[in-house]
């Protein structure tokens, strides 16, 4: 695991364009956004800025007045999981979405402009799991990592890795670096020679209730602290801290249900 490349530049007041097909943004469309914006500005310390509203009500998190995340409301009348979605950069949305189509992807919203943020689409993979396009105009996506409270790592769960990982690097570029293993199926996908997300493969071991999904990793402080603060807010503990070669883990969701994982990386 390695924080997106190319989110920050020299200077917190020259943020940097990411790098195309790099983690740019992470984004949460739920039922009851003012709710989750408390859980969350809770559980990391974000504050909330107003954002393009094209597909609805939408707010930017901050930390020390930096853009971490989104948060949007669904319509009433969609009702589809709730569930963080990794937002990946591209020089030229329009062309991704057609190489996302040509192999074997769905578009399910856009590509369509977000204000003078830049301009967006809303994909699923062959698989069924659901990310996003971002071509950054005055947004340029996330401008902070690497500490508490930013994602730190997305890692796609599917049913093999590779399959899917041909998918991914046919539409962004990546390469591929396997973990060899008789019982691990696990991909990590590098740009320019960094790993910048992963696909594990759990066959039959897969949530049938979701299928296929992206999952976004937040940096803490302390694991086990921010366990015990999310059961506190309301939020539920899913697999309990577990060290990994990448640090402490522990697999959640926030009172809506959407999963994710905190990340303690070693000290």
């Not at 209730?209 to 503990?237: I, K, M």
Request: with cysteine; proline share 9%.
């Amino acid at each position: 695991m390695t924080d997106a490349r190319g989110s920050a530049g020299p200077n917190r007041d020259t943020p940097a364009r990411h790098t195309p097909g790099a983690p740019c943004w992470v984004s949460l469309m739920v039922h009851g956004p003012d709710a989750t914006e408390e859980f969350y500005g809770a559980l990391f310390g974000w504050e909330f800025r107003p954002g393009p509203q094209q597909l609805g009500p939408y707010v930017r998190a901050l930390l020390d007045e930096r853009e971490v995340a989104g948060i949007g409301r669904l319509p009433p009348d969609r009702h589809l999981p709730i569930a963080w979605t990794p937002y990946f950069a591209s020089e030229d949305v329009d062309l991704t979405a057609d190489t996302v189509r040509s192999c074997g992807g769905t578009i399910g919203v856009g590509p369509l402009d977000a204000a003078d943020a830049g301009r967006l689409a809303i994909c699923s993979d062959p698989s069924g799991a659901v990310f996003g396009i971002w071509q950054a105009a005055a947004h340029l996506g996330t401008t902070v990592a690497g500490v508490p409270g930013t994602p730190a790592w997305n890692e796609l769960l599917s049913f093999e890795s590779a399959g899917v990982a041909k998918f991914y690097r046919t539409v962004f570029g990546y390469e591929e670096e396997p973990v060899v293993s008789a019982d691990v199926d696990y991909v990590s996908l590098h740009l320019d020679g960094e790993p910048v997300a992963g696909i594990r493969g759990l066959g039959h071991a897969l949530p049938r209730d979701r299928g296929p999904h992206w999952v976004t990793y937040f940096q803490v402080a302390d694991v086990d602290d921010a366990s015990q603060h999310l059961v506190r807010l309301g939020g539920q503990v899913l697999e309990p801290v577990h060290d990994t070669a990448h640090g402490r883990v522990a697999n959640v969701a926030d009172p809506e249900g959407a999963r994710f994982a905190l990340l303690q990386r070693p000290s």
